[in-house]
Structures are given as C-alpha cells and as structure tokens.
C-alpha cells in the first residue's frame, strides 16, 4: 500500500475533501474503518488543517488512515455535544473578526478566543471590520486596552479596502483561521484575499441585528497570501472544559503582578495580599478583569468539572 500525506481541506457527514500535498491534487477521503481512530471521544475527528496518511483508490479517492499529530487546535466548547470541538488544527494565527457596528463587537467572545490563543500558542489578532460605517466608542476602547496588551488590532473595511493589506501581511506564509459571529464579515474579508475562495455572503437580519449563518462548514484556502480558513458564525464561545485554575495563566497581564501575590496558588479573586486585584485599574484593566472574573466563573460552575 502507498500512503500518502494529505492536509484536509473541508469535510461534512465523514466525507473530507483532501489536498495530496506533493501533486496539490484534490480527492475525496473517506475513513478506512467506521470511524478514525484517535483513542478519544471526539466531536470533529478530523478539521481542517489536519495531516492525514491514506492511500489513493479508484479515481480521486482516498481511504484515510490516520491523522498526524496535531501541532496545535483552535477549540471551543460545544455545549449541545458537551464535548471539545476542534475548529481547526496546525493554526499559526487566529484572526478574531469583530464589527466596529453591528452586530456589536462582544468582548467576552474576544477574551475567551484569545484564552484559546495562548493555550495553544495561536497568535491572535483582532480585526475590527466595518469600519466605513464608523466605529462605536465602546468598541474604540476595546481597541485600546488590547492594544495595549500588546495584541496587534487591525481595522478593516470590506467596502474601501482599508486595513486589508496588514491583514495579508498577518497571513503569509502561515496558516490562518478566521473566527467569529455570524455577519461579520468573515466571508467577505476572505473573498476580498482570495477571489477563487467566492464564499458566500449574506445580509444581516435587521429584525434581530445579527448575521444569517451563511457559512456552515470550515473550508481553507490556498491563497498566494497564505492558508487560511472560513469558519460558520459563532454565537457562544465557551471554553468550559478548561480546568479554572490555568485560566489565570492566560490572561497575560496579571504575569508581572502574579509572582508578588501572597499565595502562589492564588486565582486573584479575594484573596489577601493578591497583587492582581491591587493592580486594577493601575496596570491591570478592569474591563479585563471583569472578563476574568466572568469566564472563571463559567469554568467552575461546568457540571462535569472532573478534579
Ligand atoms: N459596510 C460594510 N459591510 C460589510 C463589510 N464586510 C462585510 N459586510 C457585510 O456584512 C454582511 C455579512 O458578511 P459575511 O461575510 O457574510 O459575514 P460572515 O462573518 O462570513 O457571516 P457567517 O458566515 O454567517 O458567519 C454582508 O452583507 C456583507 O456585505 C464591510 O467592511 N463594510
Ligand atoms: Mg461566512
Ligand atoms: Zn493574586
């Protein structure tokens, strides 16, 4: 048997459209067994920006049979499941794709994605989309605080092209996922990278100022400014599963204040002498913190928080 490396492309219903990486030919993979075996209950086996190993058969197709180790994966919560969902796999950035307008730009999504982000060693930029229409200054503020954590924010505009060439920029010779609510402008931004992407795109429901989950599966793109992948609209991005007290570790700010609190196993919440909460509002923003405090709380309340 002749294996074969193959990266996924996009996949539904355990059907995997499949790049064969030395001929960039394109097959349709299905799993040699029933399932993939992984050794793990899981609720997307394979995403793309997955390596798998398989052989060719008959014309176009491909039995996979294994996936390669995963360098890293952009996850979420999926609560419906009450498992991790992988989103994407092997990430280089994450672009978290906001509107400067509507829908409203929702910073607990953004902290949570950027938790994700250092988890996973993902580096994040945040993209204010939209900006044609003008910037609300809530979502200036926002801007700033994250700037001055030293995230790099890019304004974009799908209508007058401002911003789209830090983006490129952001996308060469790496991997990218784009991530988000629904209506956003994730699709659009894409299409505007790449022309052969033609994602579709759609309205944003005025009754309910949301976007209309145009996009309904991951898909990348092989583009002259780097890989990057469409993802559906987003409502919740939970991350649940992630053991509360690591959550600290990932809200980069408290770093410099962390080593001077009394207790090192302190979560910064009401303990004494905690050098955190001594910092807000000086070093430490209180928007931040307020975000902290919300998700740690999600993270202790998960019901099947295993010890
Ligand atoms: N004014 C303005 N409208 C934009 C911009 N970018 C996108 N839009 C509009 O926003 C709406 C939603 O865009 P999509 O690209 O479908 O959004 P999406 O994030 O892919 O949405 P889902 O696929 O549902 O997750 C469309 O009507 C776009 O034309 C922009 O920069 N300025
Ligand atoms: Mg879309
Ligand atoms: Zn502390």
Not at 148 to 175: A, D, P
Request: proline residues 2%.
């Amino acid at each position: 048997m002749n294996y074969l490396e193959f990266e996924v492309i996009w996949g539904v219903n355990n059907i995997y459209s499949v790049l064969e990486l030395s001929s960039k030919l394109i097959y349709e993979g299905i799993f040699k067994g029933k399932v993939l075996e992984t050794g793990c209950k899981e609720y997307s086996p394979l995403v793309p920006g997955d390596v798998v190993l398989g052989y060719i058969y008959g014309s176009r197709k491909v039995y996979i049979d294994k996936r390669v180790n995963r360098k890293n994966i952009l996850w979420r919560y999926n609560r419906k499941a009450d498992l991790r969902q992988t989103i994407v796999s092997n990430v280089d950035n994450v672009l978290i794709v906001n509107s400067a307008n509507f829908p409203e730009m929702k910073n607990f999504f953004i902290d949570r994605v950027l938790v994700i982000a250092e988890e996973q060693n993902i580096i994040p930029v945040i993209v204010i989309n939209k900006i044609d229409k003008g910037i609300s200054q809530r979502v200036e503020e926002f801007s700033e605080i994250y700037k001055n954590l030293g995230y790099k924010v890019l304004k974009t505009s799908v209508k007058t092209f401002e911003g789209i060439k830090e983006v490129k920029e952001v996308l060469r010779n790496s991997r990218t996922s784009f991530i988000g609510q629904s209506g956003v402008g994730k699709s659009s931004l894409i299409n505007l990278i790449d022309s052969k992407a033609s994602q579709s795109v759609n309205e944003i429901s005025h009754k309910y100022s949301r976007g209309k989950h145009t996009t309904v599966y991951s898909i990348s793109f092989h583009s002259e400014s780097g890989i990057i992948v469409d993802t559906p609209g987003i409502k919740e991005f939970g991350i649940e599963t992630l053991p509360f007290e690591n959550l600290k570790y990932y809200f980069k700010e408290f770093e410099n204040f962390a080593s001077f609190c009394k207790y090192k196993s302190c979560l910064h919440v009401s303990e004494p002498c905690c050098s955190v909460t001594s910092a807000l509002g000086n070093g430490i923003s209180k928007l931040r913190y307020e975000s902290y405090l919300k998700i740690l709380s999600e993270l202790k309340n998960y019901k099947n928080y295993a010890r």
